[in-house]
């Protein structure tokens, strides 16, 4: 493997290179060699020709050829049984045309199966090829029976023919290709049962359970191989009941069980040696060794690799003998005996060298330059490099010399000749983009973005960084999501990068895009309530900012230049023989690679000089004008103060703004220090099972500490807060100060530039409403059933479907209009609005992406989307609006672009194009509560004249915070009630969402604090 840089901490000190694993033996599953007639069932073993059967090695580049002279209408049976090469077959008819291509998913092990009747007379071929171009040596195991058939074969007809069809369908690759095919072997698996064809029943079952091992369906795969081996047992068929126990071990080290993995790979083990089997014998005991070596039992691991190492020897597998040499050094590497590690890594280059396997000796060289490097001698370290690379050319292993342009990249690095290690790192991706290997160019621009980083350069830093986020999540994809020790053992070397992007993105105040990235990392976790987000997976690509995209999409033009070359290249060197216009094209395609490889490495050398000078700009509130304001505080009244937020470098700074006078404040903290806090108080608030106080209170004393006495002294009510950087995405409501969230002593209401103008505007008196909502799933979007019963708890609309009252039998609270659905579209929005209602409603999802208003969007009812782009360019969109609503998720959220531009959120945007008012989310938001709680801000609001919105919303949200059954009317700001106030008042139902059935409060922040009041809170 390339080197990473894995210490999670901000600048990662340099590490040791990676050692490198060992290629083909780790953890293997030893399956049951699929043929049909590897053993004749005694019925009819005196009629049945017995299969030719041939055992040979391959490694990448080679092609093995098999000539078979046939007699129309024989049937041929072949089967190859992958052990440790992942082979592709080719069958080439006797006039050259090629029939059939056969590539089971299911990697290096297990059956390839090939059955075919020959059409006319001559010589056929089969070709076999390993499915990479650079793969390392591997065996297999062929064998074959071609006959004519007779009454018995033509009955299983049927059942090899829907065999064959499953395979053809497998090899054709994508989901419907892999359902389709699995039904076929399905259908053969019935048909061979209904003749009492044992062989063709065992073949198939452990057909079909391997491709369920290799989509990652294990507990299916058991299922399947259990039943393979209770027909295998009544055959006593010792060696390929060994093989089936051996698959049993590793599906259930695949599942994370070792303890049983262990006890079957014993079994495994027991049974190879009955059946004089060194050499696989052998192997098994390399994979006991890798489960003792996974539970951290180094001693026991050594013992098993001691105990195969002889059998190899006695044997003469030299690549077994060397591979395991290997894992020794590693085992003595992790228990810090470095002067034993070192002695077995030498061994094991020592018999690669004299096997002349190139492949190989570059890992083993890897593996002594990290030795050397750990040690101090960088010099020895790069030697050993260099001597790597010129293997790895001359054997023309590109992938193989990726890696270790990677692992000089890294040493000079920690050198400190940069210069050097950016022209290796460029070269190392160059090289991992014309091979597709998306593993090793992740990894490469992981390193990149930690150098960078630790140049000081951030923005390069974060590009590259994003890059390696996005190639990591394009690998994940193709591992099984059930294979669990597959997916930590690709993503536990690799966690640092995420962390560490995701550390700086925060540091410069960009949360959305940490999340996001941060999000990569967690489990899928599943909520019993419905969340008006995306509905995204984890899956996908780290978001990019305009900037970021537009390099993006250079660096991806070039890079698959390089790509489309490299296959044409691979295509050519695998051809058993090359015409002289190939060795043209091949001449060609080399100096064009190169050129091509130059031109990648100039544009990364630009696109660093460009992304370095890029500033992401910090917010500056202008507050020279403050004192203008003060006046207006005097008449808005209801105790009114405006509060500016400046995140510096090195300080936060607040100055408090009251009608009659001003006052600046300040607490030392830095502008990453501060990120971070927002960042963990989000995370909190965003998991209704955590306790968010200790945070919430941290961050208090830094932003509202320094002006509390302040705000006391000034009889502070409602605090207008004209918010900087990341606090923007913080719900001051749902501070702490060690006693109330602020939500129970202040009204708190967000101001920006484009509310002033209507600050003081007085609202309408009486409302009439206009409501918009989707309670249907489109795409990705889930179906928000609450939706129906919220718009009509909200409007009274006599012609709207389903009635003018909510489930409940109650009224809506104001007068007016419902478009839900279908009626909810670009053309009933806009017309609505052209009405000028008063109140707005919009209850849907909202998919916010950072950076990007093409890509951030409301969804419509009828399934269509309304970008922020759009609700731009429009000319007074929501003119006349008093309030607009918008309960769906992250509709408050703007992220920074990569020139320091904001990319404004809906509830900013809505405010410029008209809105006086507007009430948005700050995270994705539960749709059983949302409901809850809009229906009774609304209700607050119209049960009296003077009612504030702010008032309003604040009372609602004290709702859900004391799980009550009243509204908190009558209660001054500033005078917060405790727990055990009286709620003896008609409110709200608590049914519990989490576990239905029993009862619980939305008193956690996550369900009340999201939602905030842009604007004109009166």
């Known amino acids: 493997m390339p080197l990473l840089f894995s210490n999670p901490q901000r600048t990662p000190p340099p590490r040791r290179c990676r050692r490198q694993p060992r290629p083909a033996l780790a953890l293997i599953p030893l399956l049951l060699l699929a043929c049909l007639f590897s053993a004749p069932t005694p019925s009819r073993a005196q009629s049945r020709p017995q299969p030719t059967t041939v055992e040979r090695e391959i490694m990448g580049g080679e092609v093995h050829t098999f000539r078979l002279l046939l007699n129309a209408g024989q049937f041929v049976r072949a089967v190859f049984d992958q052990r440790g090469a992942d082979i592709v077959l080719t069958l080439v008819g006797p006039d050259g045309e090629e029939l059939t291509r056969v590539d089971s998913p299911v990697g290096e092990w297990g059956p390839e199966p090939l059955f075919f009747e020959a059409g006319k007379g001559g010589y056929y071929t089969i070709q076999v090829r390993t499915r990479r171009e650079w793969a390392a040596p591997g065996r297999y195991e062929f064998s074959m029976t071609a006959q004519t058939p007779t009454p018995r074969d033509l009955s299983r007809f049927p059942a090899e023919r829907a065999f064959a069809e499953a395979t053809r369908l497998l090899s054709g690759g994508g989901p419907e290709g892999l359902e389709r095919g699995v039904e076929k072997y399905e259908q053969a698996l019935a048909l061979f049962r209904s003749l009492g064809d044992y062989r063709g029943e065992i073949t198939t079952l452990v057909t079909i359970a391997s491709v369920r091992q290799a989509l990652g369906e294990g507990a299916q795969a058991l299922l399947y191989y259990e039943d393979a081996l209770a027909l295998l047992r009544t055959t006593n068929d010792t060696a390929e009941e060994a093989r089936a126990e051996s698959a049993v071990a590793l599906v259930y080290f695949s599942l994370g069980d070792r303890e049983r993995a262990l006890n079957d790979f014993r079994q495994a083990l027991a049974l190879f040696r009955a059946a004089g089997d060194s050499r696989t014998a052998a192997y ?9 070596d996974s539970r951290g039992e180094e001693r026991q691991a050594l013992d098993s690799y001691q105990q195969a190492l002889r059998l190899l020897r006695a044997v003469g597998d030299k690549r077994g003998e060397a591979v395991t040499l290997n894992d020794m050094g590693l085992v003595y590497d992790a228990l810090g005996e470095k002067a034993k590690a070192r002695q077995f890594f030498k061994e094991s280059l020592s018999v690669f060298e004299e096997q002349g ?18 040690s101090g001698d960088r010099q020895k370290a790069l030697e050993y490099l260099n001597h790597a ?3 790895q050319y001359t054997a023309g292993d590109r992938e193989g010399e990726a890696k270790t342009l990677n692992n000089l990249g890294f040493v000079y690095h920690s050198a400190g000749d940069d210069r050097r290690a950016f022209e290796s790192f460029h ?13 090793g160019e ?13 140049a000081g350069k951030s923005a390069p830093a974060i590009f590259y960084g994003k890059q390696a986020v996005t190639a990591y999540q394009e690998v994940r994809a193709t591992i099984p999501p059930l294979d669990k020790e597959a997916q930590k053992s690709f993503l536990r070397p690799r966690e640092a990068a995420y962390h560490t992007l995701a550390d700086m993105l925060i540091e410069q105040g960009r949360l959305p895009e940490a999340q996001q990235v941060v999000g990569f990392l967690k489990d899928e976790e599943y909520f019993q309530f419905v969340r ?6 984890h899956a996908g690509a780290a978001t990019l900012t305009p900037e970021e995209a537009a390099a993006g999409k250079r660096y991806e033009e070039i890079a698959d230049q390089i790509a489309t070359r490299g296959r044409r290249r691979a295509e050519l060197l695998q051809k058993t023989t090359r015409t002289p216009d190939d060795d043209k094209q091949l001449a060609l395609l080399d100096t064009e690679l190169a050129a091509a ?7 990364l050398d630009q696109l660093s000089t460009e992304l370095g000078n890029t500033r992401q700009a910090a917010r500056v509130e202008q507050v020279r004008e403050s004192q203008g304001l003060m006046e207006d505080l005097r008449e808005l009244g209801s105790g009114a103060v405006a509060i500016y937020t400046l995140v510096g470098e090195e300080k936060y700074r607040v100055i408090l703004v009251t009608p009659d006078v001003q006052v600046a404040r300040e607490y030392s903290i830095s502008a990453a220090d501060l990120n971070k806090k927002v960042a963990a108080f989000r995370e909190a608030l965003q998991n209704p ?12 004393r830094v932003v509202v500490g320094p002006i509390a006495k302040d705000l006391e002294q000034a009889h502070a009510e409602t605090l207008m807060w004209s918010l900087d950087g990341a606090l923007r995405y913080v719900p001051v409501a749902a501070l702490y100060d060690g006693e109330h969230y602020m939500v129970e002593r202040y009204r708190d209401v967000v101001f920006t530039p484009a509310s002033m103008a209507r600050l003081k505007d007085e609202p309408t008196g009486r409302w009439r409403a206009l409501g918009f909502g989707v309670s249907k799933s489109h795409g990705d979007f889930a179906a928000l059933p609450s939706v129906p019963e919220e718009l009509r708890g909200i409007i009274q609309d006599a012609g709207a479907a389903g009635g003018t009252v909510s489930a409940d039998g109650v009224p809506g609270v104001l007068p007016g209009r419902i478009a839900l659905d279908e009626a909810f579209n670009v053309e009933s929005f806009k017309a609505g609005l052209r009405e000028r209602f008063p109140l707005v409603h919009v209850a849907s999802h909202f998919q916010f992406e950072p950076g990007n208003e093409t890509d951030s969007y409301l969804l419509l009812g009828d399934g269509t989307r309304l970008s922020l782009a759009q609700i731009k360019i429009a000319q007074n969109l929501f003119g006349g609006v008093d309030l607009l609503t918008l309960s769906a998720c992250n509709t408050a959220t703007g992220g920074a672009g990569g020139d320091g531009k904001e990319v404004e959120g809906f509830g900013v945007l809505a405010q410029r194009q008209g809105a006086k008012a507007v009430v948005a989310s700050l995270w994705p938001v539960a749709d059983a509560s949302t409901r809850l709680l809009m229906e009774e801000f609304y209700r607050i609001r119209n049960s009296q004249d003077g009612m504030l919105k702010a008032e309003a919303l604040r009372q609602a949200q004290l709702e859900l915070l004391r799980g009550g059954t009243g509204p908190s009317a009558g209660v001054p700001p500033g005078k917060g009630q405790g727990a055990s106030a009286n709620t003896a008042r008609r409110g709200l139902s608590v049914e519990s969402i989490a576990q239905p059935g029993g009862k619980v409060s939305y008193a956690h922040p996550y369900f009340w604090a999201p939602f905030i009041l842009i604007g004109n809170w009166r």
């Open 284 to 292: 098994t005991l390399d994979n006991v060794g890798h489960v003792f």
């Open 532 to 537: 008006r987000d995306g509905g995204a997976s």
């Open 389 to 391: 690379l010129a293997v």
């Open 427 to 439: 070269r190392a991706l160059a090289l991992s983009r014309e091979t597709g290997n998306r593993k």
């Open 357 to 374: 396997d190139c492949r190989e000796i570059g890992p083993a060289l890897s593996n002594l330059a990290a030795d050397a490097l750990e």
């Open 597 to 603: 490889g130059q031109a990648f490495q100039n544009f």
């Open 442 to 454: 992740g990894d490469t621009l992981s390193n990149m973005m930690f150098a960078w980083r630790s």
């Open 689 to 700: 099972s955590s306790d968010p106080r200790p945070l919430a209170q941290e961050l208090y």
